[in-house]
């Protein structure tokens, strides 16, 4: 198997994982803040990192600038997964996979042609008719647009910088990170005297979503994309609003009409328009 497949397939496992993680946050948000589910998740999944706390100077300016993307990333989508559904805050994080070849193209200096505006267009189509699903646009779905953003901008970076360091220091750093920034979001709330104990019923969950969904995530989407290029891990991450719709439905019982699911067609088809061959719909700005 070449390097290039053993990607894509860590990247595919990663993403049907994510899936998974929009019905559990939500569910726990019911009991806890977003603030303390963060700190705990990442506390919990740089356990099993912490072996891995070493490197240069580099490494850790980059793992710390991945790190803080990623907090505002997972930040914005707990906070919004608390006033919108789990299968529409899939399909709307699920954005990013068409913001991506469009940063790619502005960073890189070169022209978007009309075949990607069209992927946007579609996209966004799909957008409004999922947000019309279950009622009219709320301020869970703009939160979760900024974790879309938050989260091009890891992507883009992450390609950048994944091959010039070892995988797992990388990603042990990026975990510290968010794990200190949501104790320092925590803070005020525990000075307040409300209580940032994790609840029983809850530890399950969050082992899983520290563990495996994160920690493990966090280290098969670094090595994966030492091999696969941003725009085709845009592709790839398309699934995860269809994963997340499949156990939002057996988790919380969520069920997308015909309506939603039409919106959430016109989303994946746009994320696939959107990562044809560059060489069709980008050129330079020379040309």
């Not at 994160?214 to 845009?234: D, I, N, R, W």
């Amino acid at each position: 198997m070449s390097r290039h497949a053993l990607g894509i397939l860590l990247l595919i496992a990663v993403t049907l994982i994510w899936g998974s993680t929009f019905a559990l946050v939500k569910d726990a948000t019911h009991s806890i803040s977003p603030a303390v589910l963060i700190a705990w998740r990442f506390t919990v999944a740089l356990v099993p990192l912490l072996f891995f706390l070493h490197g240069d100077r580099t490494l850790w300016r980059d793992g710390i600038l991945l790190g803080a993307m990623a907090m505002v990333s997972y930040a914005t989508q707990t906070i919004g997964l608390q006033y919108t559904s789990a299968n529409r805050g899939a399909f709307i994080t699920g954005l990013n996979v068409v913001m991506v070849p469009l940063a790619v193209a502005a960073l890189g200096g070169r022209r978007i042609t009309p075949a990607v505006w069209a992927a946007v267009a579609v996209a966004l189509g799909g957008i409004a008719l999922l947000s019309f699903e279950g009622g009219p646009i709320n301020v869970g779905d703009a939160w979760i647009f900024a974790c879309a953003v938050a989260y091009v901008a890891y992507i883009v970076y992450l390609e950048r910088v994944a091959g010039q360091h070892r995988t797992l220091p990388l990603a042990a750093v990026q975990v510290l990170t968010v794990a200190v920034l949501g104790w320092l979001w925590v803070a005020p709330q525990a000075l307040s005297g409300s209580s940032i104990a994790l609840p029983a019923d809850l530890w399950g969950a969050v082992l899983y979503l520290g563990v495996i969904a994160t920690a493990g995530t966090t280290l098969l989407q670094t090595l994966g994309q030492k091999y696969v290029s941003a725009p085709e891990a845009a592709l790839i991450y398309a699934l995860e609003p269809v994963a997340a719709a499949v156990f939002a439905y057996f988790w919380i019982h969520e069920v997308v009409g015909p309506r939603g699911l039409l919106g959430g067609l016109l989303v994946v088809i746009g994320m696939a328009l959107s990562q044809l061959p560059e060489r069709k719909r980008i050129v330079p700005l020379s040309e």
